[in-house]
């Protein structure tokens, strides 16, 4: 009883809820995979705060859980040709893009057969054989590039998609704004997407922005721009649908705000000592993993065996990428330290 009630006090505060239902022209086999995709990720994070507690694992990490359903709904459209750049908060979208586990887990361990030879760690793995173009720590500064993927993308006539995610304090970086104006002016085949967790580290959006619907933004450029429940999965696949098929039919950009709440602490160690528990804690009923799986299960989509099955072959691909990693996986010599600093002067056509 006291579950539903808090049920319907979180429908009427958080206005971007929306009820699930299962869109047109989304398979059964799709839906699968996409939760499959989801529980890999979270599987992945999950395990990541232990290892770094226990020091295998090095530098900052911020998980991306609770945010599965962003990433996997709007990637889920896109094909290997395509593009994506990413955030701090990278790992799910690398994973959704198709990204190795093994490598992601062997560069947080710092070791050499890792993304970035164990030099870059959690926020800077790029994978260009699977089109993501990188994380990277330094907050809205994937965008400005992504709109240079676009560009290429139209210079050479081809059909591919880039996808750009970016947070709601990254989103008030300049040069986001001036992207979006160029890929508006352009056409340019691009879909923005911000992912509205509502918090910047300890700064709550209500502190700096006097407009907290950041979809009215993507207007402001003509851009066609919507504001989708980030906890449901088939919102964020339904919106996506029409901005990537809009981006490839060269009718250009879309501006995807994904609203959701930032539920774990924004890195390893941050407990949100800052924040009122009591309004985080009740939001964990939404979280798009079990909203997902509660839906399927009610609708005949999934049986509970199917859903363990689907858990414990994320738990086994995680446990193999620890063990890989940990043990099959060496350290860079020390030789090598200054490998990687410069470029030996060759230039790249
Ligand atoms: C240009 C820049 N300014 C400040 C920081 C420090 N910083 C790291 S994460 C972060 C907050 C980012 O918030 P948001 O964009 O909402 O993403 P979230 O962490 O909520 O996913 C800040 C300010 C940075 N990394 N880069
Ligand atoms: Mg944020």
Known sequence: MKKNKELEAIKKEFTAYKEMYVPDGLTTEEQLKMYSTMVLIRKFEESVKPLWM???VHGYYHPYITLEAIGVGIISHLRL???IGSTHRGHGHVIAKGGDVNRMMAELFGKDEGYNRGRGGSMHIADMSVGMLGA?????????PAVGSALRSWIKRTDDV???????GGANAGSISESMNMAAAWKLPVVFVCENNQWAIATDIARVTGEHDLYK????FGIPSYQVDGFNIYDMWETSKKAIERARAGEGPTFIEAKTLRLLGHHATDDNWYRDMTVVEKYWQIEPIK???????????ITEEQLRKIEEEAIKKVEAAIEYADTQCSEPSLDSFYDFVYTDGEIIE
């Open 54 to 56: 226990a020091n295998k």
């Open 81 to 83: 040709a395509d593009y």
């Open 136 to 144: 990277t720590g330094i907050v809205g500064a994937a965008v400005a």
């Open 162 to 168: 880039t996808v750009v995610f970016f947070g709601d």
């Open 217 to 220: 933004r993507g207007i402001g």
């Open 291 to 301: 909203r997902m799986a509660d839906f399927m299960l009610e609708n005949d989509i």
